[in-house]
């Protein structure tokens, strides 16, 4: 097979992308959780709390091959005035953007289950050895 075979086309609010789950998945699954990296409180924080994601969030991950205890970046920004801790955290996926946005500073959102979602193909910080073409997903979330 090769690449592209497993590639699925779906629409995400201005997005359409194509996603190869496939190779994703074999990706995440040979790397380790993000507690492992690092230790801070609000990494251990985050792979706890997703745990508790809604159902469409995990659905989501799940979609894109994304494993979001594992590979990825996270960035806290303490807790919001109701008491959640304010996330943005961004993976990899292995596909390529059909159609949508382009300046990431600029972008619409899509909003699925109360969490901010945008797409990229300027990806950052990708993993030594991530199948290509590169897609990062962006998202900004509130979580117990």
Known sequence: MKQGDYMKRLEFGAWTIETDRERTREFYAGHPLLTQD??????????QACEQFPAEIRDFFR??????????EVSAFGRSGDGTHHYIVFYHFAGRIIDGPEQIETMPSYKLAGVDISFTEEADLVPEGFPSPVVQVELEMYLD
């Open 38 to 47: 690092c230790s801070c409180e609000d990494c251990l924080h985050y792979v």
């Open 63 to 72: 979609v894109l091959g994304i494993d979001p205890h594992k590979e990825g």
